[in-house]
């Protein structure tokens, strides 16, 4: 297969992915829905990945799209609260120096670094209080953390609301993790995933020649694994209103 060949062949498919992500941005829900068909704002968890510095706003990880969310994402954990939501949960990049991590991405999110610490504009939010902050040291936040034991502990939850970055990363692996745990636990998580709370990076082919990384197109891996946590169980919408 040449290059044109292997091009023109995935024209379908990328109008399918178009029309997947443009059809489901005009999906919204409310919190007063959410939190009705979940019995009770006891049932209901707000857990976010990665809305730290170092990906939104300072670093060498940090990026124009991560930072762009993060209004949306302090909005929506804010209006939880307000409706009564107070499982609030938040994974966070937090490597050590000599982090294996290193090998495939530059060093960012270190302990004891204001790249490691959640944006101020969810940190200043009147729920703070309520917030359970859990570091991670890899892409999952499963692994090497007590985030399922905690999540586990909370025997009553039918609805885990996913928001943060990156899409095809960190999000995705998380997404992941819940639904296969809700599958092999018999647990009921109906995982929501609302479009303007995450995001990806974008590194152009020609910048990426420049600086030695590999290009990665962020409107298609947005796309492509939004479409994947569709078929893991997901529920994917545009974002959810007070």
């Known amino acids: 297969m040449d290059f ?17 992500t443009e059809e489901r941005r005009n999906r919204e829900l409310n919190w007063s829905e959410i939190i ?10 707000c857990l976010t990945v990665d ?7 300072e670093g060498p990880m940090c990026s124009p799209q991560m930072k762009a969310i993060v209004p949306a994402i302090a909005q929506t954990v804010r ?6 939501v107070e499982n609030l ?3 966070c990049d937090h490597h050590t120096h ?4 290193f ?18 504009a969810i940190m200043e939010l009147p729920c703070r209080p309520l917030y359970k902050i859990f570091p991670k040291s890899t892409l999952s936040s499963f692994v090497d953390t007590i985030l399922l034991d905690h999540l586990l502990s909370l025997e009553h939850i039918n609805t885990i609301v996913a928001m943060g970055g990156v899409t095809d990363l960190c999000l995705y692996h998380l997404v992941a993790g819940l639904r296969f745990y809700a599958i092999s636990r018999v647990k009921p998580w109906h995982v929501i995933v609302p479009l ?30 939004l479409e994947h946590m569709d078929n893991l169980g997901a529920e994917i919408v545009g974002k959810i209103n007070k």
């Open 4 to 20: 044109t060949e292997f091009y023109q062949g995935r024209k379908d498919y990328l109008r399918y992915l178009y029309d997947f």
């Open 36 to 45: 009705e068909k979940a019995d009770g704002p006891e049932n209901v968890v």
């Open 79 to 84: 209006e939880a609260s307000e409706a009564g």
């Open 196 to 225: 303007n709370t995450c995001a990806t990076f974008d590194i152009s082919c020609e910048q990426a020649k420049k600086i030695g990384a590999r290009p990665h197109d962020e409107l298609l891996q947005h796309t492509l694994f």
């Open 51 to 57: 809305a730290v510095k170092g990906f939104c706003s």
């Open 89 to 91: 949960i938040f994974t």
């Open 98 to 101: 000599n982090s294996a991590e």
């Open 103 to 120: 090998a495939s991405w530059p060093p960012h999110c270190l302990a004891d670094t204001s790249e490691s610490e959640l944006e101020d």
